[in-house]
């Protein structure tokens, strides 16, 4: 099947000569060139020469624009966020798409240059591509990689701890190089945009396991993960607002994260907002809406919110009183 269709003008492809035979546009024969409509970036002069050019190599390297470059968050009336719109205004740009970056789209890479995550798991796709574009440094074995060689360093000195043999407070040398080495290449894999890695980070700092507590690093990379949709992430960070570590404190805010990271079904996340609806807190009170989170929690196994369940069923509070259904 055809990548695209010769009958639309090129509109995003920059090339003035046809990507099979090299005609210029203007030369005869060649009168107009238009664009692949799929990836935009590869003009032909007919559809005899797009045909060829699709079965010879295009088809393998024809990426859609769509897959190319996230898509920037869009609010429920259709505009760009905040993020988005900053972004496009700075005239930050990745150097692979020419799109706008943003906090939550970008991933530095060990040169510092900075591209959408999405264009960079492209180029590792290509054994010829294994550089930054801009300066030919290498690219890293890739943020999945280094994330779980990371994590196998922090449970093997986890493990440790558990079992007696060595505290967060004084760990052996080699225990220490290990956690001190995880924390670098979670930082690189966070950086490279892998969630999980920037979870990690937000994890160590707000705890006090071998490094420094630092609440303000500690909700930037919770932020990060949460921008991103993870669910863990959005609670984290959501936790960082409630108690006002690292960020201004704020209860409609963190209710905003929470009610986010409870419809991907995260159970802490769940028994949180019923109980900002149950108490009113950054939201209107509302018994049957905090009901209705308890039992999506409680249907979980999850036993805080069975507990916060049991006592809307003991009051009747958002159900029909029941202390038979409050035992339960």
């Not at 210029?24 to 060649?30: K, L, T, Y």
């Not at 990836?39 to 020469?49: D, I, K, Q, S």
């Not at 190599?57 to 259709?78: S, T």
């Not at 591209?115 to 010829?128: A, D, M």
Request: charged share 25%; hydrophobic share 35%.
């Amino acid at each position: 099947m055809m990548a695209g269709t010769i009958d639309k003008k090129c509109s995003t492809a920059d090339s003035k000569v046809c990507g099979n035979c090299f005609k210029s546009a203007g030369s005869a024969g060649a009168p107009k060139l238009s664009a692949c409509s799929r990836c935009g970036l590869v003009a032909y002069c007919n559809r005899e020469c797009q045909r060829a050019h699709w079965k010879a190599n295009h088809k393998q390297r024809c990426i859609a624009k769509a897959d190319r470059v996230p898509e920037h968050p869009q609010r429920a009336d259709g505009s760009k966020d905040a993020a988005s719109k900053s972004a496009a205004a700075s005239g930050i740009e990745c150097a692979i798409c020419l799109d706008p970056l943003t906090d939550a789209s970008a991933t530095t890479l060990p040169c510092d240059h900075k591209f959408h995550s999405t264009c960079v798991n492209e180029l590792r796709k290509f054994g010829v591509m294994q550089v930054c574009p801009l300066c030919r440094t290498p690219l890293s074995p890739g943020p999945e990689k280094t994330y779980e060689e990371a994590a196998r360093r922090y449970i093997t000195v986890q493990r440790l701890v558990e079992r007696g043999y060595a505290s967060w407070d004084s760990l052996p040398a080699p225990a220490q190089q290990d956690i001190d080495t995880a924390l670098s290449e979670w930082r690189a894999a966070a950086e490279e945009g892998h969630a999980q890695a920037q979870l990690s980070l937000g994890a160590m700092y707000s705890a006090d396991h071998a490094v420094a507590p630092d609440d303000f690093e500690a909700t930037r990379w919770f932020k990060m993960a949460a921008e991103q949709g993870c669910a863990r992430g959005q609670y984290s960070f959501g936790a960082q607002i409630v108690s006002g570590r690292g960020v201004k404190q704020s209860y409609a805010e963190a209710a905003r994260w929470y009610r986010m990271a409870a419809m991907q079904g995260h159970m802490d996340a769940q028994c949180d907002i019923g109980h900002f609806y149950m108490e009113g807190l950054g939201v209107e009170q509302n018994d049957v809406e905090a009901v209705v989170w308890f039992t999506k929690a409680a249907e979980q196994g999850f036993a805080r919110a069975q507990s916060k369940l049991g006592i809307m069923y003991d009051e009747g509070r958002g159900v029909d009183q029941s202390t038979a259904a409050a035992l339960l």
